[in-house]
């Protein structure tokens, strides 16, 4: 039997003065994002800044539904915008945060599932990275490609694969 050996690279600080003004900038406006979240159900907010590569920012919070699980992802919701709205320019780098009743988390959260499937179908639309800011009270979590978070992705590979 062969084994595998499959690596990320994480970093992390506890300092926005680490980050340059253009990351600061996104995890600020994924804060403003988060207070606009609706989430009466969890009261559990979650807001995400999408920035393109020529520096626009696309902002997107959870919206949650009564018809669970109808609601959507902060990420999906900016990674939609932005391919809605500026189809042909990349996303570069994504930050994430969230409120819970209100207070910023202290330590960051990472993506769901189906979050980590859209960043690296966006990375592989785009062949480029998405570097990730998970941005909680006490830490900051950085991420330089996005589909690390989900090694074994399902991809359009899978789809045409003949399966022989």
């Known amino acids: ?7 990320t690279i994480i970093s992390e600080t ?7 003004i253009e990351d600061q900038e996104i995890i600020s406006r994924a804060m403003n994002a988060a207070k606009a979240s609706w989430s009466p ?15 626009t920012i696309v902002t997107g919070a959870n ?3 009564a018809a669970f699980p109808s609601g959507i992802c902060a990420e999906h919701t900016a990674l939609s915008a932005a391919a ?10 994504m930050a994430i945060t969230a409120l819970n009743k209100g207070k910023q988390v202290l330590m960051p959260v990472a993506p769901c599932g189906k979050c980590r499937q859209v960043i690296a179908e966006t990375e592989n639309r785009y062949n480029r990275a998405i570097k990730l800011f998970l941005a909680g009270k006490e830490k900051i979590t950085i991420i330089e490609i996005g589909s ?13 694969s003949s399966g022989q």
């Open 1 to 7: 039997m062969k084994k595998i050996t499959i690596n």
């Open 148 to 160: 690390d978070l989900l090694p074994l992705v399902f991809s359009q590979k899978d789809l045409n």
């Open 84 to 93: 809605s709205n500026f189809p042909e320019v990349p996303p570069v780098a």
């Open 41 to 55: 159900y969890s009261g559990f907010s979650v807001g995400a800044a999408l920035r393109l590569e020529d520096g």
């Open 14 to 20: 506890t300092s926005l003065q680490d980050l340059t």
């Open 63 to 65: 919206v949650e539904n």
